[in-house]
C-alpha cells in the first residue's frame, strides 16, 4: 500500500514566530489517526526549533544539506549534522536550487547517496521547465533527471525514496498541469520505476504532484490513480489551505 504524503515546502518564508505558530497550528489540527503522512521542510534555521516539539502528526524534513561529511564548507550543513537534531528526511533536486544554485545531476546523486548512507527519507523532485514540454521532450527530460541521480540505488534503498513530480512552469505560476498531463507522467514514472526495479517497488514508491497545488484543484489531481499526494509551496504557509488540500483525499 502506498502511502499518501501531503508535505509543505516553506521555501524562504515565514519569520520564527509566524512559523512556529504555523508549525503547532497544523500539528494540533492532525488527528493521529489520519491515513495521511504530513510533512513540513521548514528553512533550515527552524529545523532545530521544529523538530524539537513533541508532536507526532508531523514529519519536519530539510530543504537542503551538503554532501560531504564536514569540513570547510562556510554556510553548509551536513547530512550528519541534520541527523544530530533528529531530522530524518531531506528534499533533493528541487527545480530552484536546480536552477539558482546550480545542482546538476552528479551532485544531486552525491546527494542522495549521502543521504541514503545515513538512513534518511528523500523526497526527490524532478520535473521539465515549459520549453521542454512545448518541443514535447517531458517524458524523456524527467526519465533522465530520475536515472542520472536516483535509479542507480538498489530496490532495498529505493524504499527510502519518495518520489515528487514538479512541472517547472506551473512552480508559483497558478498554472497547474491538468489531471491529464498529472496521471500521464505520474504513470509513466511508475512503469519507469517497475523497468527499472519491479512492480513491487513501483507499487511501494508515493509519487507527489506539485505546483500551483491548492485547496481548490487538490481533490481531483489526488483521485487520479498515480497520484499519492502532493508537495505544496504557496498554499502551505497557511494553516486552512494546507489543511484542507490533506483532506482532499
Ligand atoms: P507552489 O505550490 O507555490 O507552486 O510551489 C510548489 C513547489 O515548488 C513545492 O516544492
Same mark, same amino acid.
Given at each position: 500500500?502506498?502511502?499518501?504524503?501531503?508535505?509543505?515546502?516553506?521555501?524562504?518564508?515565514?519569520?520564527?514566530?509566524?512559523?512556529?505558530?504555523?508549525?503547532?497550528?497544523?500539528?494540533?489540527?492532525?488527528?493521529?489517526?489520519?491515513?495521511?503522512?504530513?510533512?513540513?521542510?521548514?528553512?533550515?534555521?527552524?529545523?532545530?526549533?521544529?523538530?524539537?516539539?513533541?508532536?507526532?502528526?508531523?514529519?519536519?524534513?530539510?530543504?537542503?544539506?551538503?554532501?560531504?561529511?564536514?569540513?570547510?564548507?562556510?554556510?553548509?550543513?551536513?547530512?550528519?549534522?541534520?541527523?544530530?537534531?533528529?531530522?530524518?528526511?531531506?528534499?533533493?533536486?528541487?527545480?530552484?536550487?536546480?536552477?539558482?544554485?546550480?545542482?546538476?545531476?552528479?551532485?544531486?546523486?552525491?546527494? #542522495?547517496?549521502? !543521504?541514503? *548512507?545515513?538512513?534518511?527519507? =528523500?523526497?526527490?523532485?524532478?520535473?521539465?521547465?515549459?520549453?521542454?514540454? @512545448? $518541443?514535447?521532450?517531458?517524458?524523456?527530460?524527467?526519465?533522465?533527471?530520475?536515472?542520472?541521480?536516483?535509479?542507480?540505488?538498489?530496490?532495498?534503498?529505493?524504499?527510502? #525514496?519518495?518520489? !515528487?513530480? *514538479?512541472?517547472?512552469?506551473? =512552480?508559483?505560476?497558478?498554472?497547474?498541469?491538468?489531471?491529464?498531463?498529472? @496521471? $500521464?507522467?505520474?504513470?509513466?514514472?511508475?512503469?519507469?520505476?517497475?523497468?527499472?526495479?519491479?512492480?513491487?517497488?513501483?507499487?511501494?514508491?508515493?509519487?507527489?504532484?506539485?505546483?500551483?497545488?491548492?485547496?481548490?484543484?487538490?481533490?481531483?489531481?489526488?483521485?487520479?490513480?498515480?497520484?499519492?499526494?502532493?508537495?505544496?509551496?504557496?498554499?502551505?504557509?497557511?494553516?486552512?489551505?494546507?489543511?484542507?488540500?490533506?483532506?482532499?483525499?
Amino acid at each position: 500500500m502506498r502511502k499518501k504524503i501531503v508535505a509543505g515546502n516553506w521555501k524562504m518564508n515565514l519569520e520564527l514566530e509566524d512559523a512556529l505558530n504555523l508549525c503547532k497550528e497544523i500539528a494540533v489540527s492532525t488527528d493521529k489517526s489520519t491515513e495521511v503522512d504530513l510533512m513540513i521542510f521548514p528553512p533550515a534555521i527552524y529545523l532545530y526549533t521544529m523538530s524539537s516539539l513533541p508532536f507526532e502528526t508531523l514529519e519536519i524534513g530539510a530543504q537542503n544539506f551538503y554532501p560531504a561529511e564536514k569540513g570547510a564548507y562556510t554556510g553548509e550543513i551536513s547530512i550528519t549534522q541534520l541527523s544530530s537534531i533528529g531530522v530524518k528526511t531531506v528534499l533533493i533536486g528541487h527545480s530552484e536550487r536546480r536552477a539558482y544554485f546550480g545542482e546538476h545531476s552528479d551532485f544531486l546523486k552525491r546527494k #542522495v547517496d549521502s !543521504a541514503i *548512507e545515513n538512513g534518511f527519507n =528523500i523526497v526527490f523532485c524532478c520535473g521539465e521547465p515549459l520549453n521542454v514540454r @512545448e $518541443e514535447n521532450n517531458e517524458m524523456k527530460f524527467v526519465k533522465s533527471q530520475l536515472i542520472d541521480s536516483l535509479f542507480h540505488l538498489d530496490a532495498k534503498q529505493m524504499e527510502q #525514496v519518495t518520489i !515528487a513530480y *514538479e512541472p517547472v512552469w506551473a =512552480i508559483g505560476t497558478g498554472l497547474t498541469a491538468t489531471i491529464e498531463q498529472a @496521471e $500521464e507522467m505520474h504513470s509513466s514514472i511508475r512503469n519507469w520505476l517497475t523497468d527499472a526495479y519491479s512492480i513491487d517497488l513501483s507499487n511501494k514508491i508515493s509519487i507527489l504532484y506539485g505546483g500551483s497545488c491548492n485547496p481548490d484543484n487538490a481533490k481531483e489531481l489526488f483521485a487520479c490513480p498515480n497520484v499519492d499526494g502532493g508537495l505544496i509551496g504557496g498554499a502551505s504557509l497557511e494553516r486552512e489551505s494546507f489543511l484542507k488540500i490533506a483532506n482532499s483525499f
